[in-house]
């Protein structure tokens, strides 16, 4: 079992005919089951023709309906990404996922704002990953994004994470001590996302394929802790967590846009208290992570 996307997913790569879109689809194609997934590529100027045999569509509405797609995966440039995520969402698709790094904030909102409203009115829900995430994956299956495909195992621990490096990192280490990963999934750093920590704790709850879940926070905002709280009262499986920042000295902006701590409840400190109290298992080392969920199960 995995979420969000398993060896049937069919998938459209927006941005298909960069240089980055074009490394990564190639990349993903040629990991597990991605020949069968990458179905189409869009680009309006390009319309009508192919990228090594994947063919190419004016717009996503249209290569949905040629191919059956369902997820997207955005390359587009930060100016055009907004604007990438929203024509996904206006084709119905079930996922978009936006690896795209340095989209403006207010780019972001009214995206976001967009897709509430057109919810509100019963529109189809279309879930977003991102922007500025590594993507995700289902070992042995299928990837979507920019991580690795070679440190992946098929097995049953899920990874959450906002950092990609970190998400890697987890993948890993989990790999190196003999389990594997059921799903993992990069959230993004940005302040003004879509899906969160608490939305893919859920979805690793409800999933009888993964028995415990690393989940790897950031300093800035509150999310990690909305999440610890909620897995308190529902969460049925084991968890280690992490929170990177414990050093980031308060009102510094560090690396990601989300990772902005005013000295508060959005502390490394703060956060990993919360999890403690809310039962996770918590380590302030990295290097652990592995080890610690070896030794829960």
Known sequence: M?????????VITQGITGKTGQFHTRMCRDYANGRECFVAGVNPKKAGEDFEGIPIFATVKEAAKQTGATVSVIYVPPAGAAAAIWEAVEAELDLAICITEGIPVRDMLE???????REAAGGKKT???????????????????IMPG???????????SRSGTLTYEAVAQITEVGLGQSS????????INGLKHIDIMKLFND????????????????DEADAARWCKDN?????VGFIAGVTAPPGKRMGHAGALISGGADTADAKLA????????????PSEMGRLMKSLL
């Open 2 to 10: 995995s979420i969000l996307i398993d060896k049937n997913t069919r």
């Open 111 to 117: 995206v976001k704002s967009r897709m509430r409203a």
């Open 127 to 145: 879930l977003l990953l991102g922007p500025n995430c590594p993507g995700l994956i289902t070992p042995e299956e299928i990837k979507i994004g």
């Open 150 to 160: 070679h440190i992946h195992r098929k097995g049953r621990i899920g990874i959450v």
């Open 184 to 191: 993992a999934v990069g959230i993004g750093g940005d302040p």
């Open 207 to 222: 999933d009888p394929g993964t028995d415990a879940v690393v989940m790897i926070g950031e300093i800035g905002g509150s």
């Open 235 to 239: 969460m049925k499986k084991p968890i």
């Open 274 to 285: 919360v999890m403690e109290e809310c039962g996770f298992t918590v380590t302030r080392n």
